[in-house]
């Protein structure tokens, strides 16, 4: 009996979440959204929101945290996928693009609360972008044997690229798309190959 009240109850916490979720777009921010329309779109009362939810904005920091944790999964995978087989760049970034054209109310939310109003979402939105940049930077302390801080330079500079490359990318067609997917691939092309002269030159100067 417990086990079916709290399966229901984590029915309905999800359907108020893909509720939230639907909601946002292009032209509408989170911000914009009552606790009333995010219920009747989830098909529940109203009161019903205070059983998963102490208000809107936890309800949006979980919005956050749920679109990083997707995103992060999705992009931990196609590094996985394509190791040692092709480029990790190229499919890493036809998988972000992909994403964001699939789900780009998870994209909005980010972009948005990114500047937007609220400390607690600029908070959460920057912790998610940190997530991120670390294990980017694993991955390239890893794979190609960089000393921390270099590896952390590299990633942050990636991410923030495969962002604002992400946020263009919202409004463009598919052709468009194509050619900025290309564009951001050969920019990192050109961040990594830069981090490894940089790399090689200081190793060499310190065996001088």
Excluded: W
Aim: hydrophobic letters at 40%; aromatic letters at 8%; charged letters at 30%.
């Amino acid at each position: 009996m417990k086990a079916n009240r709290a399966q229901q109850k984590e029915k309905t916490r999800r359907m108020i979440i893909d509720a939230a979720f639907r909601l946002i777009s292009q032209d509408r921010s989170y911000s914009s959204l009552s606790l009333r329309e995010v219920t009747r779109e989830a098909g529940i009362a109203p009161n019903s929101f205070y059983r998963h939810f102490e208000d809107m904005e936890e309800l949006g920091l979980t919005l956050v945290d749920e679109g990083g944790a997707a995103m992060r999964q999705l992009m931990r995978k196609a590094r996985q996928r394509m190791r040692g087989r092709g480029s990790v760049i190229r499919a890493s970034v036809e998988t972000f693009m992909e994403y964001i054209h699939s789900n780009p109310h998870v994209f909005h939310l980010l972009l948005r609360e990114r500047s937007g109003t609220s400390l607690a979402f600029r908070k959460a939105v920057s912790r998610e972008l940190q997530y991120f940049i670390m294990e980017l930077a694993d991955y390239i302390q890893l794979h190609q044997g960089y000393p921390v801080a270099e590896a952390k330079i590299q990633a942050e500079a990636m991410v923030i690229l495969v962002f604002n490359a992400g946020a263009e990318a919202l409004d463009c067609k598919p052709a468009e798309l194509r050619i900025l997917t290309e564009k951001a691939i050969t920019q990192l092309r050109y961040i990594a190959r830069g981090a490894d002269e940089f790399l090689k030159r200081r190793r060499s100067e310190a065996k001088r």
